[in-house]
């Protein structure tokens, strides 16, 4: 029987709130099943398990901040737009540190393909696109952004910036100066590199 009000939708937000709550690692189906004082068996007609749980979890966070990240890069190219989406998922992982950790959470390749996580890559590479970036080097700069961002948000989530000066907000202002450089004057294959 499934109990009156409870969606899958519901479920899954409540989840969302509950990972933000106390860490993405601590959500199952029977933490969900706690907080609304439900047996878990009346769970399993909405969810299959604590893993399909967690999915629905990264699929919600991706899909909020290709929301966010639309909305933050409209109209805006060049240092801007780099500004904005990196303000994006700072901003996100500081208001949803749960949801954050989520959206970082492996999917099989099936899943990935239809997510939101698609639409992210392509709003990082029309970004790319206003620093004359081509094939293969828009995708090491998708990764190296990518790799940025997530490196200094998990490092300054984890308190890794709070005990000395400069602040982390001069560091962060600093960072995105040194990326919007560093696209500008993106290498060409080898710079630097002898050949074998």
Not at 8 to 32: P, Y
Not at 167 to 193: C, F, K, T
Request: overall charge neutral; proline content about 5%; hydrophobic content about 45%.
């Amino acid at each position: 029987m499934v109990r009156a009000g409870l969606t899958t939708e519901r479920l899954v937000r409540a989840a969302a709130e509950l990972a933000d709550e106390v860490g993405f690692e601590q959500v199952t189906v029977s933490a969900l099943a706690r907080r609304f004082d439900v047996k878990v068996a009346s769970l399993y007609s909405h969810l299959k398990n604590s893993q399909d749980l967690r999915t629905r979890i990264a699929l919600l966070a991706l899909e909020e901040l290709a929301d966010r990240a639309a909305d933050a890069l409209a109209g805006r190219a060049g240092k801007d737009a780099l500004t904005a989406l990196a303000n994006v998922y700072r901003d996100y992982a500081r208001e949803h540190p749960g949801r954050y950790t989520a959206a970082r959470l492996p999917l099989d390749p099936e899943t990935a393909a239809a997510s939101a996580g698609v639409r992210q890559a392509r709003m990082t590479r029309a970004l790319l696109r206003g620093y004359d970036l081509a094939e293969p080097d828009q995708t090491h700069a998708v990764r190296l952004l990518g790799s940025v961002f997530h490196g200094y948000v998990s490092l300054e989530a984890a308190g890794g910036f709070s005990h000395s000066a400069p602040g982390s907000d001069e560091s962060w202002a600093r960072i995105l100066d040194a990326l919007d450089a560093l696209l500008r004057a993106w290498p060409a294959p080898g710079a630097g590199h002898p050949h074998p």
